[in-house]
């Protein structure tokens, strides 16, 4: 299969049962998506597939065929944070730091379609993320300092 | 095994009655991946049918609304077509799941899925839809809802038949509507009873009454005896608390890990009451 990570075009074996949280960690080096519970609880896998905030591990592999993903190294780089991560590390929104990949893939999905969302909206939005630090309130005062700042 | 990407509705027919079971259906995969990954699997091949593009629509012709079977339930929840027409439909919508799940989720799988708390069943079963299916070579053939479950993951769907469709029309009498699901927290919660109710008026008089309800039954049900209380009669206090004593027989429950069968029973006739009442006031078409 064929798909566009984070803006590179990448060629992949895959097998029909695998799904693309694993392929995107084993086989093609994404690990800052990360493995949490597999079955779609916990939000730990989002990534962005053709603009829509998903988890990887209820897509399979080959269902992306073509398709383009963004994970969180697609959204800022080091040199260069987007103003999420930024937001997210001056405001103290990362404990264990386990959750945050996805919080921050939710939440740039969300910022890319509505830059002024409300906190009902962001809490909405990142409502299929957990975290299991509880850090919630910083999580979404984080993301509300991104929508200002973008 | 052996994955099939196919856009052409024609094609994956063809497959199914070839293949029948051995070619099993990947919508969204939200009920498919896990489901594959935690037991043994008979099927060889997979067919992904998230390429058909025409099964992926809403569509309002004449007052009869046709949702693709392909749509995402994200897609359902911010229809404006949907939510002028249906707003229950819309609401149960945006509460399936979360925000990630939602924009994989398909209709047609919550149905073919057939949980008993399939999240899209209360709303179409208040709204008499039909549920559409097609098989290679043939007309498709339609049935109502409330006759496609038939027991926890069972339905009337053949093993060489598709989901291609589900069409309702919009009542002409005024209605109102109202639905409410109850789970053990607000996201990512699979129901412990999930009702939607809809009423067609006549000034004060009920026409007609429909009740379906999740999470209550071997299978999502209507509650064809309150309904039957209804109908035909001025709505008033005295008929809703009529309706929630009888709505018990309308149901079985089971005990499970979210719930007893005798909490499922009391909260689903207080449910009943408050969804009723709601509606009366006209909080929700």
Redesign the interface.
């Known amino acids: 299969m064929e798909i566009k990570l984070n803006g590179e075009l990448r060629k992949v074996d895959v097998?029909?049962?695998e799904?693309l949280l694993e392929v995107l960690r084993n086989k093609l080096g994404a690990t800052e998506v990360k493995n949490g519970c597999?079955?779609?609880?916990c939000?730990a896998c989002?990534v962005i597939?053709d603009e829509?905030?998903?988890?990887s591990?209820?897509?399979?592999a080959?269902?992306a065929?073509g398709k383009e993903v963004v994970t969180l190294k697609g959204i800022g780089t080091e040199e260069k944070l987007h103003p999420l991560q930024k937001c997210f590390i001056e405001g103290g929104a990362i404990q264990c730091g386990f959750c945050t990949a996805g919080h921050i893939v939710?939440a740039k999905a969300l910022l890319d379609k509505n830059p002024r969302p409300t906190r009902d909206e962001i809490r909405?939005?990142i409502?299929?993320?957990l975290c299991r630090c509880t850090g919630y309130k910083k999580i979404v005062e984080a993301i509300e300092g991104a929508a200002l700042e973008a | 095994m052996e994955f099939l990407s196919l856009s052409d509705l024609k094609e994956v027919l063809k497959v199914k009655q070839e293949r029948k079971d051995l070619a099993k259906c990947i919508a969204g995969g939200t009920n498919f991946v896990p489901d594959m990954r935690s037991r043994e699997v008979s099927f060889e091949q997979i067919i992904d049918l998230t390429a058909l593009e025409e099964l992926n629509h809403i569509k309002e012709e004449n007052g009869t609304l046709s949702i693709g079977a392909l749509t995402s339930i994200s897609d359902i929840a911010s229809s404006p077509v949907i939510g002028k027409l249906s707003p229950v439909l819309s609401r149960a919508a945006g509460q399936l799941g979360n925000p990630l799940t939602r924009n994989r989720a398909t209709i047609g799988g919550n149905l073919a899925n057939a949980s008993p708390a399939a999240d899209m069943a209360p709303p179409l079963l208040a709204l008499d839809a039909e549920i559409h299916m097609e098989r290679w070579e043939q007309e498709e053939r339609k049935i109502p809802i409330d006759q496609f479950f038939l027991g926890p993951n069972k339905t009337m769907l053949e093993d060489d038949e598709i989901i291609t469709r589900i069409t309702f029309t919009s009542p002409k009498n005024p209605t109102k509507g109202s639905h409410f699901k109850l789970g053990l927290r607000n996201s990512m919660a699979i129901s412990v009873v999930s009702i939607a109710v809809m009423l067609e008026m006549n000034g004060s008089e009920c026409r007609k009454a429909r009740v379906g309800l999740g999470a209550v039954a071997p299978k999502p049900v209507r509650a064809y005896r309150a309904e039957k209380i209804l109908e035909g009669k001025e709505l008033d206090e005295t008929l809703i608390e009529q309706c929630a004593a009888i709505v018990k027989e309308d149901i079985s429950p089971i005990s499970d890990i979210r719930a007893s069968a005798e909490y499922r029973k009391l909260v689903a006739s207080t449910l009943l009451k408050r969804t009723l009442r709601e509606a009366l006031e006209g909080r929700e078409k």
């Open positions: 097998s029909p049962w799904t597999s079955k779609g609880d939000g989002a597939l829509r905030p998903v988890n591990c209820l897509t399979l080959l269902q065929n939710s909405e939005a409502s299929g993320n």
